[in-house]
């Protein structure tokens, strides 16, 4: 009787350990930016870019439709290239940005496209006003770093977002109310 009551509990605990939960990454702020551009009355493009941001994925490298992932920034810390630039972004034309506004993106879903790409839903909080987005995601690689010697990941991800469905659209359509946004971050395992 005892036997198969114990290769029972063998057998559970086998399947148990097969089914791999997500593990938390920590992104590498030193090699994580979000650039956006835009068209400038037709004549020019601007740059934008954020960096230096927090954020965690949760990935399932056996099941990555079960991972998911969050991340913020202030808004005060995006990089225009120009002072000027930068305060008429951060003036009540645009975000009329406090210390304590924040840029955060949390995902809702994970559709797997492929080996290595995905589109990532969330909802991205921005100026206030929540909405859902679409990530165009790849998972550039992942594996034990070379310098580091931990396991560590790397993604990158597009998305278009409209300027006016954030409150933001001031002066739109002569510049552009549709912003490009490109995604390139690193994640360490964590402890």
Same mark, same amino acid.
């Given at each position: 009787?005892?036997?198969?009551?114990?290769?029972?509990?063998?057998?559970?605990?086998?399947?148990?350990?097969? =089914?791999?939960?997500?593990?938390?990454?920590?992104?590498?702020?030193?090699?994580?930016?979000?650039?956006?551009?835009?068209?400038?009355? &037709? @004549?020019?493009?601007?740059?934008?870019? /954020?960096? #230096?941001?927090?954020?965690?994925?949760?990935?399932?490298?056996?099941?990555?439709?079960?991972?998911?992932?969050?991340?913020?920034?202030? =808004?005060?810390?995006?990089?225009?290239?120009?002072?000027? +630039? /930068?305060?008429? @972004?951060?003036?009540?034309? /645009?975000?009329?940005?406090?210390?304590?506004?924040?840029?955060? @993106?949390?995902?809702? &879903?994970?559709?797997?496209?492929?080996?290595?790409?995905? %589109?990532?839903?969330?909802? %991205?909080?921005?100026?206030?006003?929540?909405?859902?987005?679409?990530?165009?995601?790849? %998972?550039?690689?992942?594996?034990?770093?070379?310098?580091? &010697?931990?396991?560590?990941?790397? /993604?990158?991800?597009?998305?278009?977002?409209? +300027?006016?469905?954030?409150? %933001? #659209?001031?002066?739109?359509?002569?510049?552009?109310?549709?912003?490009?946004?490109?995604?390139?971050?690193?994640?360490?395992?964590?402890?």
């Amino acid at each position: 009787m005892k036997t198969p009551l114990l290769a029972a509990g063998f057998l559970a605990a086998v399947a148990t350990a097969a =089914v791999a939960e997500p593990e938390a990454y920590v992104l590498d702020s030193s090699h994580s930016q979000i650039v956006f551009h835009y068209n400038h009355l &037709g @004549f020019s493009t601007g740059y934008g870019m /954020f960096s #230096g941001f927090e954020g965690e994925i949760d990935y399932d490298a056996e099941d990555p439709a079960n991972s998911s992932v969050t991340v913020s920034m202030p =808004v005060k810390s995006m990089i225009t290239g120009w002072e000027a +630039r /930068f305060d008429h @972004f951060m003036s009540d034309d /645009f975000f009329g940005a406090t210390d304590e506004d924040m840029v955060t @993106f949390t995902s809702t &879903g994970i559709e797997v496209t492929g080996d290595n790409t995905a %589109l990532i839903t969330g909802d %991205l909080t921005l100026n206030g006003v929540t909405k859902e987005v679409v990530l165009d995601a790849v %998972l550039n690689q992942a594996g034990e770093h070379p310098m580091e &010697g931990k396991q560590w990941a790397g /993604f990158s991800a597009t998305t278009t977002l409209v +300027r006016s469905d954030y409150d %933001l #659209g001031m002066f739109a359509p002569y510049v552009s109310d549709e912003v490009e946004v490109e995604i390139s971050v690193e994640a360490m395992k964590a402890e």
